[in-house]
Nanobody
């Protein structure tokens, strides 16, 4: 059974930081690219950050330099460190395991497994 369990969301003031975690079942983690997506109210879900098993990373332009994605293979966990948060970062953040384990510059189609989501709220 595939499980992706997110944690670390919450309420933070603009300029603050949060770290999201996503624990995955072992077989999924070792064979998939891992990513973080978000969905704000009334908007489509969008890719925020993604990392392959070979540590190739890509980011949404608006978070470059503020967010950092990493993976801990010993813990089967992927992290999203979010710094200098802005109110427009407010959304439900979802963890994704994508079988396309290679760098993709633009995600046009979502694939794979999803976590239940964690709310991130940034107050101004």
């Amino acid at each position: 059974q595939v499980q992706l369990v997110e944690s670390g969301g919450g309420l933070v003031q603009a300029g603050g930081s949060l770290r999201l975690s996503c624990a995955a079942s072992g077989s999924i983690f070792s064979n998939n690219a891992m990513g973080w997506y978000r969905q704000a109210p009334g908007k489509q879900r969008e890719m925020v950050a993604r990392i392959t098993t070979g540590d190739n990373r890509n980011y949404k332009d608006s978070v470059k330099g503020r967010f950092f994605i990493s993976r801990d293979n010993a813990k089967n966990t992927v992290y999203l460190q979010m710094n200098s948060l802005k109110p427009e970062d407010t959304a439900v953040y979802y963890c994704n395991a994508d079988p396309r384990n290679f760098f993709i510059s633009t995600i046009s189609r979502e694939l794979g497994f999803w976590g239940q989501g964690t709310q991130v709220t940034v107050s101004s």
